[in-house]
């Protein structure tokens, strides 16, 4: 069983920025992909971005490629998903998911919600 505790979320105005984490404890995070997904109210989930356990191979999604960066801390069980230039459009509830391989959803985190105003 994995744990996922996403943390970061907030209000924040329209060309703001913000940092979201997922923390997993135990001795599985350093072979897991982490995966951030979203949804927001009325919409399907989409997929945000995906690093894989090494850290070396990172993915994104269309609407958010060039502002957000994803990036991994094995020894601190963490990743971080850093948005820049954040937009109306991007507020959801952000999830992080696990598994073997990008786009996993073996195991969810609770979500943590962000808000940009405009």
């Known amino acids: 069983q994995v744990q996922l505790i996403e943390s970061g979320g907030g209000l924040v105005q329209a060309g703001g920025s913000l940092r979201l984490s997922c923390t997993s404890p135990?001795?599985?995070?350093?072979?897991?992909?982490i995966n951030w997904f979203r949804q927001a109210p009325g919409k399907e989930r989409e997929f945000v971005a995906a690093?894989?356990?090494?850290?070396?191979?990172?993915h994104y999604g269309g609407s958010v490629k060039g502002r957000f960066t994803i990036s991994r801390d094995n020894a601190k069980n963490t990743v971080y998903l850093q948005m820049n230039n954040l937009k109306p459009e991007d507020t959801a509830v952000y999830y992080c998911?696990?598994?073997?391989?990008?786009?996993?959803?073996?195991?969810w985190g609770q979500g943590t919600q962000v808000t940009v105003s405009s």
């Open positions: 135990g001795r599985t995070f350093s072979r897991i992909t």
């Open positions: 998911a696990a598994g073997p391989v990008v786009g996993s959803t073996d195991y």
């Open positions: 690093i894989t356990s090494s850290g070396f191979s990172t």
